[in-house]
């Protein structure tokens, strides 16, 4: 139950960030051939609906073992080593999420008034003072009237209320994204530990349409 609801959150929120790209694209061809008009913030929204379905997809595609890869050594070795290979992949796929997020998250932090980690590979702590750019804007995105409560949480007594979406709200997807993707490499971890899998390649798409092409030849034989 628990992995269907996730399941249904995340398929939920790819599906719509699909139909949002598709619909302002839509729009704005009519807007710009119909109308000789332009809807000017189309663009820079698209551009970051296609950032956030690209990273949230990312790890939803390692849950579901979706993302394709190359078994051709692990097939070849028996199963201790075949289980052995697994682990060192999925390590040095934990380093790199590990990094991702130490990066996502010292690159959005201080677009949120927050403090960025010190240290180049591993956080060191955070530093007493930093250079705050919560007050940074997007392009041309205008800031809805629903997400003013914003100016509160990222403006100083002084600073003028933001025209455009504060930098802080699509620039979350980069810490987001990179938990998301860590606690993936993690499960994936524990399932080759206990043995229930040997590998993080489990998607073999050209396999089952050969399979399938093969099948509708003899159909047709």
């Known amino acids: 139950m628990h992995a269907n609801w996730t399941d249904a959150i995340e398929e939920t929120l790819i599906a719509a960030?699909?139909?949002?790209?598709?619909?302002l694209t839509f729009a704005n061809v009519i807007a710009r051939y119909v109308f000789n008009s332009n809807i000017l913030w189309a663009l820079e929204l698209t551009?970051?609906?296609f950032g956030w379905l690209v990273l949230l997809g990312a790890s939803y595609a390692v849950k579901k073992g979706m993302h394709l890869g190359v078994d051709l050594v692990i097939n070849a070795v028996q199963p201790r080593a075949r289980?052995?290979?697994g682990l060192v992949s999925v390590a040095c796929c934990i380093a790199f999420a590990f990094l991702l997020l130490k990066g996502g998250y010292d690159y959005w932090a201080v677009?949120?008034?927050?403090?960025?980690?010190?240290?180049?590979?591993f956080p060191l702590g955070f530093p007493e003072t930093f250079r705050s750019q919560s007050f940074y804007e997007v392009n041309d995105i205008?800031?809805?009237?629903?997400l003013r409560f914003i100016e509160g949480w990222l403006l100083y007594p002084g600073d003028p209320p933001f025209e455009k979406v504060p930098k802080a709200i699509p620039y979350i997807v980069l810490p987001l994204s990179a938990v998301l993707l860590l606690l993936r490499?993690?499960?994936?971890?524990?399932?080759?530990?206990?043995?229930?899998?040997?590998?993080?390649?489990?998607?073999h798409e050209v396999d089952d349409e050969l399979a399938e092409t093969r099948a509708g030849e003899r159909e047709m034989d």
């Open 83 to 85: 289980r052995a290979l």
């Open 111 to 121: 677009f949120a008034d927050l403090p960025p980690t010190e240290g180049r590979w």
């Open 142 to 146: 205008p800031l809805p009237g629903f």
């Open 17 to 23: 960030l699909l139909g949002l790209m598709t619909l």
């Open 47 to 49: 551009v970051f609906a």
């Open 185 to 203: 490499f993690l499960q994936a971890a524990w399932r080759i530990w206990k043995g229930t899998t040997d590998r993080l390649v489990v998607s």
